[in-house]
């Protein structure tokens, strides 16, 4: 039997994970014998969705760098040992650039495939020096997956690697999701991130969008607001900032996207990958804001323009210093939408391919 495994970042958010998972859980379905591993918020979304973990680790903060697993500490040292003991067929790695270029070092790089975001190889916004060490690690696997909003299927080369362009791979359980056709007055806000190895101004943006939007919901007692902020941090300090109104309700612990989207008239959102690939595949109209404070905010941006661009307007952009009656005003705008026919098609075949034919020519 072949085995797949995964390494996936455990922070700010979860995107990395889920399309891991998506793919994990594909192969599986197919028979083949996978594992993973992760870490912060990660771990609970690997265990929830039923993966076998590589191992059980207390992640220690030494262990952690920003950009991901620090590749001479006991975790790192530990995957790679667990990796050169089992031999997998495949090792899909997602957001470690320096753990990947170091099990490449030690493992055959053509067994690794590391799946990227757009930005971990185009964001101009980043120093000369950042993109080129980012090239090097990222590319250091002999093929790579990168997918995204507004991605159209294309392969290139580069350091020796074979870079696959797709679209966004999303989780199962929204290509699976049946979208009630039944209007409701439920609106979503979905934070996205978390405060575990967070920025400071990403924290700070994530908070004050919560409360942006409980601001709002005072206003409009007619609709009622479910917030999903995956943190207890965050919660606490959006509740504390002021009384609650009774049609809001925050939620901290991970909740399956059946009910997230479930009777979902529209969706506030940060703009990351996956949550509007999401929506867009279940053609959910969305008030989209992009991240304050780090890199991540020009990809965002982006993510916010192709939305826009390749909905024919079923999403509008969403400002922390617009005033709340223009943001009163875009809501109701988006409520009264009918959204198009789903025209998005999921990257997740495409990646199955790929890696089937990866192991193929091992």
Known sequence: MKKIYGIFRGFPGLGRVSSGIALLKEFQDRGYEIAAISYFQGTEALLRQGIPMLFEYSIEQSDITSIGINPITGFATRIIGKILEDRPDVVIIDGEPLLQSTLCDVYPKEKIIALLNPSDLHNVTL???????????????????????????????ENDCVIHY?????????????????????????????SVNSSNMFLSSTIEMGKKITSIAKKMPQYSFDIYCNDIKIKNEIEKSSVIPMNVCITASYTAPSEMYKDARMVIAR???NVVSELLYLSIPGLL???????????????????????????????????????????????????NKRDFNAGNSFAIEIIEKVMEDI
């Open 127 to 157: 120093p000369e020096s950042t993109i080129r060490f980012y090239h090097k690690n990222y590319l250091a696997a002999s093929n790579a997956i990168v997918h995204g909003v507004g991605i159209k299927k294309d392969v290139v080369e």
């Open 166 to 194: 797709i679209p966004t791979i999303l989780r199962k359980e929204i290509i699976n999701f049946h979208k009630s056709e039944v209007l409701s007055n439920r609106i979503v806000g979905i934070l996205g991130g978390g």
């Open 271 to 273: 703009a990351g990958r």
């Open 289 to 339: 804001i992009a991240t304050n404070g780090d890199y991540r905010s020009k990809e965002q941006e982006k993510n916010i323009d192709a939305m826009i661009l390749e909905s024919n307007y079923l999403f509008d952009k969403f400002y922390l210093l617009d005033e709340e009656d223009v943001l009163i005003d875009k809501i109701l705008n988006m409520v009264n939408i009918t959204p």
